[in-house]
């Protein structure tokens, strides 16, 4: 997926063409927005839009029709399943940074990231997370290399709703969520990370399920959303 490592303004495209397909063409497609919001974010919706169903299962956009700035310029896009964060960029700011806010904390803070970055990032993470074709495993910290063979790291950093540690991966065809495991799972002195593989079909997936054992488990799974500190199905 070159698109996520060599990031440019056609990435979110590429991304969904590759992970969910077209379902219209650009035509198709309408969106009400302000004419203050920004391109990239207007991009993003349209592209989002021509994949022909949900691109989104845990976190959420902001509909178009509601992208509207405060009294200082701050316009909220991005809103936390749980309504726990919020993130927003400053129409004042040409780089178009991209700040987060805990809810029931007044001020903004910056994030590490861009518009168009955090969007690329966003919409990778939901296709983890909602994926169809996927599976969770557990792997030692020692083990971790090889689990994660013919995978690069991507640069983006945690998302200030998730721990720290957390680091999305992708090989040509996969994308894995590697995470610490939620409490209970390590014993004591053990150090393991939470690994959750997903592809676009089930048939790219078994390849990788077979280098844990899993084999012929994905097939017969419904889709089912998880949020990060639900105990995974295995």
Not at 4 to 32: K, P
Not at 43 to 66: I, K, N, S, Y
Not at 119 to 145: M, P, Q, W, Y
Not at 194 to 207: G, H, K, Q, V, W
């Amino acid at each position: 997926m070159d698109e996520l490592l060599s990031i440019n303004l056609d990435s979110v495209g590429r991304f969904l063409r590759r992970w969910y397909g077209t379902g219209e063409s650009a035509s198709d497609v309408h969106l009400d927005a302000s004419p203050y919001v920004p391109a990239e974010l207007v991009e993003w919706h349209r592209v989002a839009a021509l994949a022909g169903g949900p691109v989104t299962f845990q976190d959420r956009p902001v509909a178009p029709q509601d992208l509207v700035p405060d009294a200082r310029g701050m316009l909220e896009f991005w809103v936390e399943n749980q309504n726990g964060y919020f993130w927003a960029v400053d129409l004042n700011d040409d780089r178009l940074q991209v700040f987060s806010r805990e809810a029931g904390e007044g001020d903004w803070m910056r994030t590490s990231e861009v518009l168009s970055d955090f969007l690329l990032h966003c919409t990778v993470r939901e296709a983890v997370i909602g994926g169809a074709s996927k599976f969770t495993t557990f792997v030692d910290a020692s083990e971790t290399n090889e689990a994660l063979e013919s995978f690069e790291p991507l640069n983006f950093a945690a998302l200030g709703s998730e721990e720290p540690q957390v680091k999305l991966w992708c090989s040509e065809d996969a994308l894995v969520r590697m995470a610490p495991p939620p409490t209970g799972y390590a014993g004591p002195g053990e150090q393991l990370w939470m690994l959750t593989f997903a592809a676009p079909s089930n048939s790219r997936i078994e390849r990788y399920a077979s280098r844990f054992g899993l084999e012929g488990l994905t097939g017969a799974t419904p889709a089912r959303v998880e949020l990060p500190y639900e105990p995974p199905p295995f």
